[in-house]
């Protein structure tokens, strides 16, 4: 376990935003500190039933950004099973942080991830903090106060995503006097 160690930052690919009725079918997590760097990292592929994908994975969203529903869709066969995928989490996190710790979680619009965390790896929901740093609530308060934006790349992707996310907290933060 690394000292060091006080964010767990997910970002999750799901077949839609319905925690009820869709799955996740990528992660990513990185450990960083405080300073946001990274410490670990960890990626899993989760298997999802194929007629589910083919249900759920349309409409707008899925049209606009077809390479990447394609390239999910591909590696899907590749996929481990959730209670697989939770395992290796739990394990994740009992190496790189404290012991009975509950651990913060971090991310672009968090909030949405943490629904199907809870859904879907509730041993992993448990050991989560329910203070969560969204940097969503940044992204509002800049914009709307203060007209500044960060660019951050759309590649939806779970770590190119995790990643834009920590880049664009740093924006903020840069912005900031103290």
């Known amino acids: 376990m ?3 160690v006080k964010l767990l930052w997910i970002d999750l690919e799901m077949t839609g935003l319905s925690p009820t009725d869709d ?3 990528e992660i990513a ?14 990626e899993a592929v989760k298997k999802v039933g194929t007629n589910l994908m083919k249900q759920r994975m349309v409409g707008e969203f899925w049209d606009k950004y077809s390479g990447v529903r394609d390239a999910l869709q591909a590696q899907n066969e590749t996929g481990k099973n959730g209670r697989t995928v939770e ?14 710790d509950q651990v913060i979680l971090a991310g672009n ?11 879907e790896w509730p041993r992993l929901n448990e050991r989560l903090h329910y203070r969560m740093l969204d940097v969503s609530a940044w992204k509002v ?9 960060f660019a951050k790349p759309e ?12 880049q664009e907290l740093k924006y903020y933060l840069g912005k900031v006097r103290v």
């Open 2 to 4: 690394s000292e060091s």
């Open 23 to 25: 799955r996740i079918m």
């Open 29 to 42: 997590a990185i450990a960083t500190d405080w300073d946001f760097n990274e410490v670990a990292t960890y």
């Open 87 to 100: 395992n290796e989490l739990l394990a994740f996190l009992d190496k790189h942080f404290a012991d009975g």
């Open 109 to 119: 619009s968090i909030h949405q991830d943490r629904k199907f965390i809870e859904n």
């Open 141 to 149: 308060v800049f914009d709307g106060k203060y007209k500044k934006k």
């Open 155 to 166: 590649a939806h992707r779970a770590m190119e995503d995790i990643r834009g996310s920590i």
